[in-house]
């Protein structure tokens, strides 16, 4: 028996290093190649595009709000990968249309006490971009701190091809005015203002609880049989907070990297301690603004390096259900960016539970390739883009080909 554990335990090392060997020598291939597939530099233009709206649309909401009607507003903008729709948003961007370029799903939110919100569901619809050049955006670091995106009282000019946009000037008046006129609106971009329609939009007071994947992870690390997160749920989750990297990346959402801390759920009613009803298939970030805190519009920018290390152990964290912390026994991770890699290096190489391929190559990259490759590269780099759309999105878009 003893001479049968140490021939187990010989084989499971040897396994190991033919991974770890195995992993490298496909990294290698991988830098050799260096170039993006067609489709990851068209998705990586169409992602650009969605940036340049996202941050517009983050600063006319930042700077949306009225003064002393509540004490405290928050938008919930809905993660969306933007694969599938990605040649629509390139052959409608800068050309006038009747249907929008791409809607951002959101949830504004004001608390008017301790127990209650006012809540209201809807979308933003993206017109049209005037006078931009999304090829080359412009980071909130450097960016003048005022929308692109303007709130006025007059009416805003709509083209004979789109509906009618009624420019606002304050959110919660527009949305409280709608629902005494029993109107359902919804929300346009680049002149932020309404626009009547019959979708079915709710609104309604109440206090709405939610969930982080940091707390989902402590559920998932209760004694249980087998995983609490569904496979599905893994990739799909997986899929669009890497294409949200790019779409969000220094917007007042996602100001400088992912972690477990922002990403949130909504808890469904009826749902208990120890009977979770979570909606895991509409997992948001949030805009939050307090006016008795002082606010920022200028955001510093973030190296890629740490932003894609970060994005890799997030989804090192999803896939094994566990937080790096509890994953190395420690009462809070290291915030050093080595430290953090080394664990992250650690973590990949343990033959637990390993990844599946196209995960583990997504997650390889943005752990091991940046380290060397994105010391020169930075977030204008077009052909930056479409390496991570290759390496990063697609191959955890082709592991969610089933469910599309």
Not at 111 to 118: E, N, R, T
Not at 377 to 395: A, L, M, S, Y
Request: charged share 25%; with cysteine; net charge neutral.
């Amino acid at each position: 028996m003893k001479d049968i554990k140490e021939a187990a335990s010989e084989l499971d090392d040897t396994t190991a290093a033919l991974g770890r060997f195995t992993r490298l020598l496909l990294s290698n291939h991988r830098v050799i190649e260096g170039k993006s597939s067609k489709n990851a530099a068209k998705l990586a233009k169409a992602l650009r595009h969605v940036r340049t709206f996202a941050s517009d649309l983050s600063l006319a909401i930042f700077d949306g709000w009225g003064d002393g009607c509540h004490r405290k507003h928050e938008a919930r903008l809905f993660l969306e990968d933007r694969v599938d729709n990605a040649l629509e948003i390139l052959k409608k961007a800068g050309k006038e249309s009747a249907t929008p370029i791409l809607t951002f799903h959101l949830i504004f939110a004001a608390d008017i006490d301790q127990q209650d919100k006012m809540w209201h569901e809807s979308t933003v619809q993206v017109f049209d971009e005037t006078s931009k050049d999304c090829h080359k955006p412009q980071l909130l670091g450097q960016h003048s701190g005022k929308s692109q995106v303007t709130f006025t009282t007059s009416k805003a000019t709509s083209s004979p091809l789109r509906p009618e946009i009624t420019a606002i000037g304050d959110i919660c008046k527009a949305i409280t005015s709608a629902n005494i006129n029993k109107q359902h609106i919804v929300f346009a971009d680049q002149k932020l203002g309404t626009i009547c329609t019959d979708e079915t939009i709710r609104y309604k007071i109440q206090c709405v609880e939610t969930m982080t994947l940091r707390d989902l992870f402590s559920v998932a690390n209760a004694p249980r049989w087998g995983p609490i997160l569904p496979w599905k749920f893994r990739m799909v989750l997986a899929l669009r907070l890497a294409s949200s990297l790019l779409q969000l990346l220094q917007t007042k959402w996602l100001q400088n990297t992912w972690s477990k801390d922002m990403v949130y759920f909504q808890l469904q009613p009826g749902s208990t301690d120890t009977n979770l009803l979570l909606d895991l298939g509409q997992p948001f970030v949030s805009l939050t603004l307090d006016p008795s805190s002082a606010e920022s519009t200028q955001l510093e920018p973030v190296e890629p390096k740490i932003a894609l290390l970060e994005l890799g152990i997030l989804l090192l964290e999803i896939w094994h259900e566990v937080t790096l912390e509890s994953r190395f026994g420690l009462n809070e991770g290291p915030k050093g960016y080595y430290q953090r890699l080394g664990l992250a290096v650690e973590w990949l190489d343990d033959t637990h539970n390993p990844l599946p391929e196209l995960y583990d190559q997504a997650v390889s990259h943005c752990i091991q390739r940046p380290a060397g490759e994105a010391r020169s590269k930075n977030w204008e780099d077009i052909k930056f883009w479409g390496t991570i759309c290759g390496e990063v999105v697609e191959p955890l878009s082709k592991n969610c080909r089933q469910w599309r």
